[in-house]
């Protein structure tokens, strides 16, 4: 089965400062990568996701991600971040085959945007 | 279109108790799945289907059942609720659980068992 490991558990960062959030699976075959959000009090919303092709993947809200296969990661960046984007930020993995395939989520990270 | 939809929005309830957590989605969805939110354990899939009459465990299914007996609503019975089910519970759908097509959640709802 497959796994996802986020070792950030608590970002807090100044308004347009840099973030990268780490996101690492496990798994031996083909994935789909995920980034979701979750602003306070509302529900997780997609931010981006890597099916295939360029492994530069942009998101919505100036979010990026880079799926480096020989890594196993999918680490999240944002060159500047502004207080709108305090909420938690969850990546997921699904295998690419099978229909009864698994959307696993990690831990999440707390990123907390101060002014 | 409403999205998905889940009811009720907080609900506690005594050890013991049973209840139902309704969702529904309007977007002719063939995949749907629940999960539980908890602090520091990210989300977990307690049930899901793929389609009507069609359902799985997932990785946290019991104490929990589910049922599809429409493509429009999946809800979640808790059978006998204990302390440890107290959560944030989240319904999500897909057109389909293949590829890599976007899973969309409801609200949630809060859940404390006393």
């Known amino acids: 089965a497959q796994s996802v490991s986020q070792h950030n558990h608590h970002v807090i960062l100044s308004e347009a400062a840099s973030l990268e959030l780490g996101c690492n699976y496990s798994y031996g075959g083909t994935v789909n990568l995920f980034w979701y959000v979750q602003y306070p009090g509302q529900h997780l919303q997609l931010l981006l996701k890597y099916f295939s092709g360029d492994p530069l993947v942009k998101g919505i809200k100036g979010f990026e991600a880079e799926f480096i296969k020989s890594k196993f990661s999918f680490n999240l960046r944002k060159p500047s971040v502004q207080w709108s984007d305090t909420a938690e930020y969850f990546c997921?993995?699904?295998?690419?085959?099978?229909?009864?395939?698994?959307?696993?989520f990690g831990t999440g990270t707390r990123l907390q945007v101060t002014l | 279109n409403a999205g998905v939809t889940q009811t009720p929005k907080f609900q506690v309830l005594k050890t013991g108790q049973s209840m139902t957590l309704q969702c529904a989605q309007d977007m002719n969805h063939e995949y749907m799945s629940w999960y539980r939110q908890d602090p520091g354990m990210g989300l977990r899939l307690i049930h899901y289907?793929?389609?009507?009459?069609?359902?799985d465990q997932g990785e946290v299914p019991n104490g929990y059942n589910v049922s599809r007996s429409t493509t429009e609503d999946f809800p979640l019975r808790l059978l006998s609720a204990a302390p440890s089910q107290t959560s944030v519970y989240f319904c999500?759908?897909?057109?389909?659980?293949?590829?890599?097509?976007?899973?969309?959640f409801g609200p949630g709802t809060r859940l404390t068992v006393t």
């Open positions: 289907s793929v389609g009507a009459g069609i359902t």
């Open positions: 999500a759908s897909s057109y389909s659980n293949r590829l890599s097509y976007e899973q969309y």
């Open positions: 997921a993995v699904k295998p690419h085959t099978g229909t009864a395939s698994k959307l696993t």
